[in-house]
């Protein structure tokens, strides 16, 4: 749900932002979600029972979040600054949804 989520804000700005010229939101879709697989780099610290240090979780999230946004500024051809932005509404909207339906 939360790809999804991301997927739908990140499209919803993009289009309010950036009217696409010839943006095809289904390889939009299939990139950040292709982005979104750097998490799996914290899946050996879980396998091994130690995360290490929060600074591994810092840098695999950063990590993801540039992916993400290359992946963006690619395909929508953008600007890294808008991309970055829409990416990072995306982000945050993501977190906020996750958060309301955790309570529920």
């Keep these: 749900t939360g790809s999804t989520i991301l997927f739908l804000i990140v499209c919803a700005t993009t ?8 943006c095809h939101y289904v ?3 299939k990139a950040l979600v292709l982005a979104s697989f ?3 780099l914290l899946v ?15 840098f695999v999230t950063g990590y993801t979040l540039m992916s993400q946004l290359k992946a963006h500024s690619v395909v929508t051809h ?3 600054l808008m991309s970055g932005l829409i990416v990072a509404l995306g982000l945050v909207g993501k977190v906020a949804s996750m958060q309301l339906l955790s309570q529920l």
């Design 38 to 40: 750097c998490k799996f």
């Design 78 to 80: 953008s600007s890294r």
């Design 44 to 58: 050996p610290g879980l396998i091994w029972g130690e995360m290490g240090p929060v600074t591994h979780h810092y």
């Design 27 to 29: 390889t939009l879709w």
């Design 15 to 22: 289009k309010v932002l950036r009217p696409p010229h010839d």
